[in-house]
């Protein structure tokens, strides 16, 4: 598995970190994103999106991180 990240403001929150579990082929398995600020976490078990497009563009997660937030939620 490959995971990826990637952040965007939110007013009044802070960053909301977006956090993607992919496949060899590139296909999203899970997703979630996550709120540090508010300790926010939104889990997506079979995310509608199902293709990473520019991935070049996100950031390289790590897979303890994104198992330890996903278990957490």
Known sequence: MTYFKTAQYVPGKGNAWTYYECDDAGVIQRQMTHIPETGETDRISDPIVKKIYQPEKLQ?????EFTRLWDEA
């Open 60 to 64: 390289k997660a790590d897979a303890a």
